[in-house]
């Protein structure tokens, strides 16, 4: 992935621990992401999410793309163990996730605070910077309207003395008025200001937002967590609940592997471009594609199965010196394509073409990078055709280049079962794979992984690494398994060695 450059030193001076949501099998991009774009430190994943430590303030944390939701983190322990305890045991171990440590609960707030005020300064700052020639104006007017009264003054002193005296006493009567309305601005300020500095803990409002799943699930649900949790906030702190608009969120999920509480930074979830009008492929799987194909500025990116374009949009807002090229055989989709460029403001950056993927008009060699999302599912039986699409892509690849295509299982078998139908993806067989598990084929790539999870994500990279033969001249990289919901798919990364026939 390109490296980012990272907003250090503007968030909380000693950093700030947060942890990110993520789709399954997406931990590793983004693991990569926050030390590349935040300069992470500390980082490290349970399943679904990564927890990393960073002096970045909002408007970088804003910046991560393949991350789904944000949070500031409260606590991170061990489950409950809800086999043999009985439901009030249970209840009293929740209540002491607030009442064993509260100071980690009044520092988390702080930290929320101050993020929300640093940004706050920086907006308002920027929305003043960004106005100078208004002021310039507004000082000129100023001066016009200065020298207009004064002469409206010489005039008057031509007029009788009675006129003049109670223009006069106008005028006292008005500045009189005025200095009472600047005062009264001035004390209301200084209340404010007031208010602000003697805000305490107890003026806050919250509500609280549970999720649980494996035992604990069959156990509870997650409004009575929520409900004995929020009882517990109240009685320890004096906070106030308020489910409609509270001023702070509470974030826990409870699980068979962890428990985690947090505050959610956005109330948006990262994941939501608003960028993107048609939602397509999963915006955070379509970044996550584009970050292993190595853009380059200058290169050509091609999409030959672009759909609604999510892959290019993505690419080309993280990528922008890049010339793009998405082209399907489909007119709907082509159009919802290019109403996503026009919503993105890419519509110069990335040319449409309407041209079948076994017929691209384009040299052999003339690509420096394809990436795309290879239909799949009953609207999409491609069958052997899967052979003649990736052939293709091979042609218009140039030598050194870079495929990353998005497949599924059947599509992984196909391609194959056409190089080596008797070998198989590895030991334990391709269908016994989790959802999330990372075969990373390039040794050089383990140094991106951090020290808890290199050797989980490691540990298959022999066992895939015999049982994906190249396809022609096409050399697998790297290959990844992620989730699509109710279903999972396989993101792999292909390098061109040599031109076919060589």
């Known amino acids: 992935m390109a490296a980012v450059p990272g907003g250090r030193r503007s968030g909380p001076s000693a950093g700030a621990r947060f942890f990110c949501t993520a789709g399954r099998g997406l931990e590793p991009f983004l693991m990569r992401e926050v030390r590349s774009r ?11 999410k990564v927890f990393f430590t960073t002096c970045s303030d909002l408007n970088m944390l804003k910046k991560l793309k393949s991350a789904e939701r944000l949070f500031l983190l409260i606590k991170k322990q061990l489950p409950f163990n809800v086999s043999s305890v009985s439901k009030g045991k249970i209840f009293n171990e929740m209540q002491r996730l607030t009442n064993d440590d509260p100071e980690s609960w009044l520092n988390a707030i702080s930290i929320w605070k101050n993020l929300l005020e640093l940004n706050a300064k920086k907006v308002k700052l920027s929305q003043k910077n960004a106005n100078p020639l208004k002021r310039k104006v507004g000082e000129n007017d100023i001066i016009a309207k200065k020298l207009k009264t004064a002469e409206m003054q010489e005039i008057q002193e031509n007029k009788e003395c009675q006129v003049e005296k109670q223009i006069e006493e106008e005028t006292l009567e008005q500045g009189n008025f005025t200095t009472k309305r600047d005062k009264s601005q001035e004390e209301l300020q200084n209340d404010v200001a007031e208010a602000v500095d003697t805000h305490n803990q107890n003026d806050l409002t919250f509500r609280v937002s549970c999720r649980c799943s494996g035992a604990i699930a069959k156990t509870f649900t997650a409004q009575e967590v929520g409900r004995v949790i929020g009882i517990a906030l109240m009685k320890q702190f004096g906070w106030k609940a308020d489910l409609r608009n509270p001023n702070v969120e509470i974030f826990i999920h409870l699980s068979d592997i962890y428990c985690v509480v947090g505050i959610p930074v956005f109330r948006v979830p990262l ?7 048609t939602a397509g492929l999963r915006s955070t799987i379509a970044w996550a594609m584009a970050s292993l194909a190595e853009i380059k500025a200058g290169g050509v990116v091609l999409d030959p199965m672009c759909g609604l374009g999510t892959i290019l949009l993505e690419a080309a807002k993280e990528w922008p010196d890049v010339y793009y090229v998405g082209a399907d055989v489909s007119d709907s989709q082509l159009l919802g394509a290019c109403d996503n460029l026009k919503a993105a403001g890419l519509k110069d950056k990335i040319e449409l073409l309407k041209v079948s993927v076994i017929e691209l008009p384009l040299p052999s060699e003339s690509v420096d990078t394809i990436i795309s999302d290879i239909p799949f599912g009953k609207k999409f039986k491609l069958g052997k055709d899967i052979i003649h699409i990736i052939q293709e892509m091979e042609r218009v690849l140039r030598v050194g280049g ?5 497949l599924s299982e059947d599509h992984h078998r196909r391609l ?3 190089e080596e139908s008797s070998v198989p993806l590895n030991p334990k067989g391709s269908r016994t794979d989790k959802p999330g598990s990372t075969e990373r084929l390039n040794p050089e790539e383990k140094a991106a992984v951090s020290e808890p999870a290199s050797s989980s994500f490691a540990a298959s990279n022999q066992e895939c690494l015999d049982g994906m033969p190249p396809f022609g001249s096409l050399v697998p990289v790297e290959r990844y398994r992620v989730s699509l919901g109710k279903t999972d798919a396989l993101i792999y990364k292909y390098k061109k060695s040599h031109s076919p026939g060589q």
């Open 38 to 48: 935040l300069a992470a430190t500390q980082v490290e994943y349970i399943s679904g």
């Open 271 to 277: 994941a939501s471009r608003a960028y993107i009008k």
């Open 402 to 406: 870079t495929i990353v295509l998005l």
């Open 416 to 418: 194959k079962g056409r």
